[in-house]
């Protein structure tokens, strides 16, 4: 009776990995065999993962280019922007931050759209990849300024910034001596959030996107509407050889700035 | 360095008077205690001092002749220590110690042999390499001590230093910090809200209460001579007589103490030492409670005043509970103050 109670919760839970999994691991491997519909038995082969390579490398580097300058973009305004709300608590600072958190509550689809409609007509911007840097920005920077904000506010900046200033540090001595690297685990969740999030990011890139600027998940979908199976698997596994290793990265990250908060 | 505090005073936004016009003078190498309880503006006086507070139009604060009112906190040279310490997490004991001498661009061999030689006063020889996290109480205390006297500041600074320690490690550092502050030479600001530390420490006490100072003198000073009952009562724990006076006699609950003089329209004050159990007393009262305390008996009295007296004792033996006793007290030894002046 009592293995049996336990085995129950075991059970379900293996049964909703396998549900998520499958999948996963049939896509993998389909992009690994040399003819999807003839199955394994066709044999493995690198093939269509170097054709991915291939055909979508553009969509590779654009993702990581504009992973990369969305990182450094949120932090620059990012960092210092928590450093203002944690040094300045107030009502102000509340409604200025949930109003940095808004673009988290709209649809990237309605984020894209209105980055359409105002700046659509800019010919240049609109077909740069800078368009769709500033559609990353706005959706990754609450990620940024939150991390570092709650690093920030459990410990007592305005102390320890007092202790500094009396030992004749300036304003810019102590950003850098002492709130940027007392934030630091929230800096480096934060950044692997962002990273993570600009990479994998779909709904509003679709939408930003034109044929020439495709990234890696615009690139994915692509592959699936026009090229055969295979490839487009291959294009999965590729994908995931990216993401999941960041996605652990910021698993820990997080887990990390969590244990220094407490 | 002296240190000429003029009409310094600070309104904060929304209205709270934290300190009213106050001027102080500090002479070279003194140690000043602010000394009050909790909300009385000492924080507010220090951090000005300080930098870290703007007070209100019309202060001139003066750093040996050269008025300071204007700078900043950074340009003042003053060194402190915070109640919590704000020692810096990111930085080993020795990065802590050495950050004012590094905002100073003082060569690194210098930087080097300033630290240990701080090091080493503070006796903190052998924890130089620890992270701030791995060190005790006390030891952050005498690092915060040393972080701040590092840079040769031309005052240091105190806000309730030892306020963050249990009661045992306090009286203890309480006197190293006495040693070290003079061992320095340095002119000291300290701020306390412990009547014993503030006289183990300082050279002078100024005694503050709702946002001015009500007294300052030397520790000795104020205990013989408050100028008012607050400054009696929170130096030296005195309890006021409740009666009636009538020329020089005050009329008690329990019995008539005569007075070494007229005394109307004062309060009279008596501390617990003064108070003789003395079977020809004039005075009777009920033995409440009798503690034993080693070198003397702590005996709470009612009967003899509105409010219990305690009265201390150093007999081989003490009254039982709930006995009569009669008691007297040297006229000298009251302290005769102003009524009705509440600072
Ligand atoms: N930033 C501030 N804004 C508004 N009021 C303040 C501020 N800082 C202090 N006060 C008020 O000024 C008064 C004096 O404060 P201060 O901190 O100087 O007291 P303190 O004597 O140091 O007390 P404690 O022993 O509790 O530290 C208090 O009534 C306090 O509430
Ligand atoms: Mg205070």
Redesign the interface.
Known sequence: MKSLSKAIPLIVTLLACAFLLIPIIQSVLAGLTVNYFRGLSSGLTLKWVARVLELYSGSILLSIWIALACLVVTLILGVPAAYALARNPGRASRVLEEFISLPLAIPGLALALALLQLYGTLQGFRTSWTFILVGHVLYTLPFMVRSVLSVLAA??LK??E?????????PA?RFF??VV??A?PGILAGALTVVTLSIGEFNLTWMLHTPYLKTLPVGLADSYASMRLEVASAYTLVFFVMIVPLLMAMQWASARAQRIMQ | MTLTLTNIAKTFPGGVQALLPTDLEIAKGEIVSLLGPSGCGKSTLLRMIAGLETPDAGAKIVFDGEDVTRQSVETRKIGMVFQSYALFPNMSVRGNIGYGLKMQKLPKTEIEARVNEVIALCRLDGYADRAITALSGGQRQRVALARAMAPRPRVLLLDEPLSALDAALRSQLRDELALLLRQFGITAIFVTHDQNEAMAIADRVAVMSLGEVAQIGTPEALYRNPATGFVARFVGDAMPLEGRIEGDRLHLPGGILPLPGPARGSEVLVRAEDIRLDPQGPITARVETVTFLGTHYRIALSGASDTLLIALHSGLSAPQQGENVRLSIAPEALLILPKGVAA
Do not use: F
Request: net charge negative; aromatic share 0%.
């Open positions: 410990i007592d102390v320890l007092e202790g500094a200033a009396s030992l004749g540090a300036g001595r001596d002492i690297p007392n630091l």
